[in-house]
């Protein structure tokens, strides 16, 4: 290391921050020293990639071209000040943070980053590139022995490290073989794969945890049947859909996938600081061992709440000494104290799960690992995982042609977890397919990637055929199914649970329900919709709206989508019929005064959608009879 400049005596009122800096390093911050008056000025790096023999040299050549550290150093802050809120996102940077990124970044394109909120965060006064790596993450490069390092037969090794030098990807039309395996807690599974792929996974039931190619660092907890079973899955890199989520295997659910993330990132860092570490020494090999950016996994979800939980079990699974900014992260996730107070109604037990603690959907929030340590509100291009929601994300991406708008964050992401799927079908389902459209794209900029470390796979933009996307869903609907045969491109094949549907509900009703259901023809389901509202015109609502015949008063119709309410709601206007509406957009007074009216019979028919009875679940009086319009 560099020989230390003479650092000016702190003055007797110091701030916390320099007291800060005093503590830790010994010396006040860089920014409080006076610039000498020598002819020459050294240059302090301390970067995880460079030797002590090169920063000796480069010390003691070019002297006169070298510039004062010091003077750098404030125009970056006064530059960050002229370009302030140019573009900021809504997620901070971290307050402190070490230098270790696998870009290869100068400490002064990365202070020139964080300053200007250019990807995200909002202006800090402390930046990521003004400290040096970690006390934790020199433990960890120290403790990165052969034995911690992944071994030959961990299927991260066999998925990722694969040296392409070609034109056209290897499996690319490749025919595809499927199987059916059934396995005691999943069930049924049909198995995907690619025929003549040399680098296939067996897809294997793994009973114990040590067959799971766990980090030792992790502080794994005791896994159930059905975990011990989805990571089996997960650790191949196999794209996976389980549409069988339930309240009670909801945590289990989350805890395996946290695991699966959290051990592929601990892999992927550590085997890139043993790499610094073996340059550190003078090693000549060649390591392609990054990605163009450095998040590596995208868990998508739909409330703050199901990100707080995430976090929480991130922390523990890590065994993390320090959560950084972890105060503000609850005070900003945790439900708020006014709907803590909140009389509730009572609703079904679905709904009180669904809708626990803070269920707001725009968040977005970049997590690093530093050793033991878990750093919040890091910036995306600095950061390992990113948790966040499809409407979160959307506002970062934007639309074609809009200023502003990044996206090459995603560019190098390796392992892709939605859970709770159903729920963005009553969110905006359209934002999770932006999403999704945007990852492994390539860069338009360099981001200051170190490409002689870049995998080739990655820069040849083959990124969507390493990328491993894992789907958990309550139920089993097209959209959701549809996710992985045409955004899951793994090349180590997919994984989807088919158990047959069990006998439901209706058949154990003590009252007999006479059931009617109509057929209409159609062409193609892009003709569905208009087909569907000529049938509804033509044949069931004159049945509905004949006079006092049966079945035309207290009619509630069940609307799937909100166009199709817009839709027979101007209908029905046009006609002139007797009718009131409730959708998602309706407020809570004209509510109350459309179940009022239904109830009392002053109008025939309701319209309800399903948004509505997702987000508000409210107990209609009066129904006597129900149409299902989809």
């Known amino acids: ?376 509100y890091s910036e995306f291009y600095f950061s390992d995982i990113i948790v966040a929601s499809p409407l979160g994300l959307r506002t970062v991406i934007g639309a074609e042609g809009e200023k502003g708008r990044d996206f090459d964050f995603l560019s190098s992401v390796e392992v892709v977890v939605i859970d709770q799927a159903e729920v963005f079908l009553m969110q905006n389902w359209d934002h999770l397919l932006h999403l999704l459209a945007h990852i492994n794209k390539q860069p338009g900029e360099a981001h200051g990637a170190d490409f002689s470390r870049a995998r080739l796979w990655c820069v040849q933009g083959w990124g969507n055929r390493f990328r491993q996307t894992a789907v958990f869903s309550s139920v089993a609907q097209a959209p959701i199914n549809a996710l992985l045969s045409r955004h899951a491109q793994s090349y180590a094949g997919s994984v989807a649970v088919v158990n047959s549907v069990a006998v439901g509900h209706i058949s154990s009703v003590a009252v007999v329900l006479p059931q009617l259901y109509r057929r209409f023809e159609c062409g193609s389901s892009v003709d569905a919709p208009d087909a569907r509202f000529q049938f509804f015109v033509e044949k069931v609502l004159p049945q509905l709206t004949a006079g006092d015949a049966e079945g035309s008063h207290h009619v509630l119709v069940y609307v799937k989508t909100y166009f199709d309410f817009v839709r027979l709601r101007n209908h029905l206007r046009r006609e002139g019929h007797s009718f009131t509406q409730t959708c998602e957009y309706t407020t809570n007074e004209k509510v109350a005064r459309a179940r009022n009216i239904f109830f009392r019979g002053y109008r025939r028919m309701l319209l309800y959608t399903e948004r509505f009875h997702f987000y508000r679940r409210y107990r209609i009086k009066g129904v006597r009879h129900l149409v299902f319009y989809e």
């Open 1 to 376: 290391m560099g020989k230390q400049k003479k650092r000016k005596a702190p003055a007797e009122g110091v701030s916390k921050r320099d007291k800060r800096h005093l503590v830790e390093f010994g010396e006040s911050h860089p920014a409080n020293e006076e610039a000498t008056d020598t002819g020459r000025t050294v240059v302090v790096h301390d970067h995880p990639d460079a030797s002590p023999v090169d920063s000796e040299s480069d010390m003691n050549t070019d002297s006169e071209n070298e510039t004062d550290a010091v003077t750098e150093l404030l125009s970056t802050f006064s530059h960050a000040a002229n370009e302030k809120s140019k573009r900021a996102i809504e997620t901070e940077s971290e307050s402190e943070s070490s230098i270790d990124d696998e870009g290869g970044e100068s400490e002064q394109d990365q202070c020139e980053r964080e300053d200007s909120g250019e990807v995200d965060g909002t202006h800090d006064s402390t930046h990521e590139g003004l400290q040096k790596e970690s006390g934790d993450e020199l433990d960890l490069l120290d403790a990165g022995t052969e034995k911690d390092l992944p071994q030959t037969d961990d299927p991260f090794l066999v998925h990722f490290e694969w040296d392409l030098d070609c034109d056209s990807f290897p499996l690319d039309g490749a025919a595809h073989v499927k199987t059916v395996l059934q396995w005691p807690a999943l069930g049924n599974l049909r198995v995907i794969s690619l025929a003549d792929n040399k680098r296939d996974v067996p897809l294997q039931r793994c009973t114990r945890l040590s067959q799971l190619h766990i980090r030792p660092s992790i502080v794994a907890p005791t896994l159930t049947p059905l975990q011990l079973e989805i990571m089996s899955v997960l650790i191949t890199y196999r794209d996976f859909l389980h549409s069988e989520r339930t309240l009670e295997k909801g945590e289990e659910i989350r805890q395996a996938y946290c695991l699966h993330a959290l051990n592929h990132m601990l892999k992927t860092r550590s085997r890139i600081l043993h790499h610094n570490a073996k340059l550190h020494k003078g090693a000549a090999s060649e390591f392609r061992d990054q990605g163009l950016t450095r998040p590596k996994v995208l868990i998508v979800v739909p409330f703050r709440e199901s990100a707080l939980r995430i976090v929480n079990l991130l922390a523990q699974l890590l065994g993390a000494k320090d959560v950084v900014n972890k105060g503000r992260f609850h005070k900003e996730f945790e439900e708020p104290e006014e709907n803590k107070d909140r009389k509730k109604m009572e609703r079904p037990a679905d709904y009180e799960a669904t809708f626990a603690g803070n269920t707001d959907d725009s968040f977005r929030i970049g997590i690093r690992l530093a050793g033991k340590t878990l750093r919040l």
